[in-house]
């Protein structure tokens, strides 16, 4: 597992519908181990194992994170925003934030008073304070449409677990890309794409397009998920999910049944540890939009544990990323080579 490749992931921007900074260092990463590295206009990046082969995996993960927009500047200077993803604007109270144009940033800090903090606000309620003289003066360091992305760092806690923004879900990006590397080490014989892929957490595009491209026979979308193991979490929305428990299986019903039995196999036969959840319908990741592309797509979803999701401090822990880089891997090379009968007609009870 290289953490250097997971700690410059994490160092790096990747507002959603500006993921390039981070998506160049997914492609040039993947070109020293992958059969054939290529993108496409949505941004997404595929890195392939064995394309002459006939069956195809497809492993997705979005690079994308959540983030404000600034939509316009009053006239005393201060920027107004509006969300891109699911942002709880109550988060950004009083925090440091960093405006990014796509390749320089500035620095601001969200406007908090006594006012904002007993309320749900919304947001045309909050204020980025640049410093700014005035709104002529603010116009020469912002633009309408910059990204406003969350200025914290990424920390190692104890017990190697990590900290830090948009873990969501580089996390994911890194464990595909881990894992198609494991795979060749394993001498995978099966055509696997990664694709990184793009606005996740506004569309799922990216996925869209990276399924009709590729038109994989299955596919796995590799996700974070909410942890219930801290103070506060609510084990009956989401069960009963813990930190170093291993990957996080989804029992939904859009996911493929035969396709989860047979990773749930896998997780057995290579003494990994698993847990479960259970979607009741739309899963929320690039899974919803995999599944209806080209003539259906079966899935799975496999996601990581993560604490204070789509916060500045996000925590998540090493042991599980090795666990599912270690199952997706053992799975792709168990693959025979015409492939899973996941017909449900076919199935022996």
């Known amino acids: 597992m290289n953490n250097d490749f997971l ?22 990463y993947a070109l020293g181990y992958a059969d054939e590295v290529s993108n496409d206009y949505a941004g997404n990046v595929y890195a392939c194992l064995n394309p002459q082969n006939r069956y195809t995996v497809m492993l997705a993960a979005h690079s994308d994170e959540i983030c404000l927009r600034v939509i316009s500047i009053d006239e005393r200077g201060f920027l107004k925003v509006i969300n891109t993803g699911g942002v709880n604007y109550n988060m950004y109270l009083g925090h440091q934030v960093r405006i990014f144009n796509g390749k320089d940033s500035i620095y601001g800090a969200v406007v908090a008073n006594n006012n904002l903090y007993s309320a749900n606000i919304k947001a045309e309620e909050l204020y980025i304070d640049i410093g700014a003289k005035n709104k002529e003066d603010a116009q020469k360091y912002v633009k309408h449409g910059d990204w406003v992305l969350f200025n914290d760092s990424v920390c190692q806690l104890q017990n190697d677990c990590i900290m830090g923004k948009a873990l969501d879900d580089k996390l994911g990006v890194f464990v595909i890309f881990e894992a198609l590397k494991k795979a060749k080490e394993l001498s995978c014989q099966t055509k696997v794409y990664a694709v990184s892929t793009t606005n996740e957490e506004t569309t799922s ?145």
Request: charged share 25%; glycine share 8%; hydrophobic share 40%.
């Open 205 to 349: 595009k990216g996925a869209y397009y990276a399924a009709m491209k590729v038109k994989p026979d299955i596919a796995i979308a590799v996700d974070v998920t909410f942890a219930s193991d801290f103070p506060g979490s609510a084990i009956g929305k989401t069960g009963k999910v813990v930190l170093s428990g291993g990957p996080v299986i989804d029992n939904g019903s859009t996911l493929n049944r035969l396709l989860n039995k047979k990773i749930i196999e896998t997780a057995k036969k290579y003494d990994i540890d698993v847990q479960y959840e259970l979607s009741n319908g739309n899963t929320g990741t690039d899974e919803r939009r995999i599944q209806y592309a080209d003539k259906g797509i079966p899935c799975a979803l496999i996601s990581i544990p993560l604490r204070n999701m789509h916060s500045p401090s996000e925590v998540a822990d090493l042991h599980d990323l090795k666990a599912c880089i270690d199952l997706i891997a053992h799975f792709l090379n168990e693959i025979e080579y015409n492939g899973l009968d996941l017909n449900p007609f076919n199935e022996v009870f």
């Open 7 to 28: 700690w410059d992931l994490l160092a790096t921007s990747s507002p959603s519908g500006n993921e390039i900074q981070l998506q160049k260092k997914v492609y040039n």
